[in-house]
């Protein structure tokens, strides 16, 4: 397997296979390879066609209010190619806040390969769900599904049966999940955004009023739910 994955703006240079982020600090070098890291979609802003730059400065928002909470554990916003758009608009927005480049970052890469293919250890991810909790659909609910195989369907449902926009639901993941097993996931929380899209339930018509506060909270949620099993 070859390393596909790359630390933007944190370290600005490829990471080698099975390699962890190294930072420099006032102490000297130490790996963050422990901290525990949560690793995140945009929530919304592909099949639910929130827009960009309303989604942008509400994750950049957000981050900057929970990432000093959360002790060593850092923020990772993760998107598939190196051309997105919300990456690089949240890189930018991020560094104008003075947002630490150590505790959050973004990540080009497939959040269910992170470990494998990307080099980055992050025992929790995020999926952007539907309001059913089902697998499939597309996006980044259908890779995580599939990817965390039968054993994360049976833990959903024992958590929830459903989800309103704006919540989040913090699933522990079995050891026998191949997220556990390839990639060190222990959980997956799954968060429900708003939707713009009118072919999908519970749209929002354009109202970005609603819209905007109901993506904050699904961040609120999503990282009060990490802080959650962080500490
Ligand atoms: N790894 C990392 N990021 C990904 C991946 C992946 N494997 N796949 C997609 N993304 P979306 P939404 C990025 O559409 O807009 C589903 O059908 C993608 O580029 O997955 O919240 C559900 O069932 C984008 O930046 O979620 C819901 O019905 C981000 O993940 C609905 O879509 C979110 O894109 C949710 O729509």
Redesign the pocket.
Known sequence: LKGTGSLSENAGRELKEGEEPVVGSAGGDVSLKDAPTLAF????????Q?DLEKASDIIVDKVAKFVNKLGNARLVL???SHK?K?LSLVRTKASEKNIDSNKFFTFV????RLHSEGGLHCNVIAN???WRLKPG???????IFSAGGQALEVATKEQAKSLLPGNAVVVPLPSTSPLFCREGVTHVIHVV?PNMNPQ?PNCLNNDYIKGCKVLQEAYTSLFEGFASIVR
């Open positions: 979609p945009s929530i919304s802003t592909a099949d639910f929130f993760v998107d598939l997105s919300i890469g497939d959040i269910t952007a769900a539907n659909g597309g996006g980044v609910n259908a890779a955004g999908r």
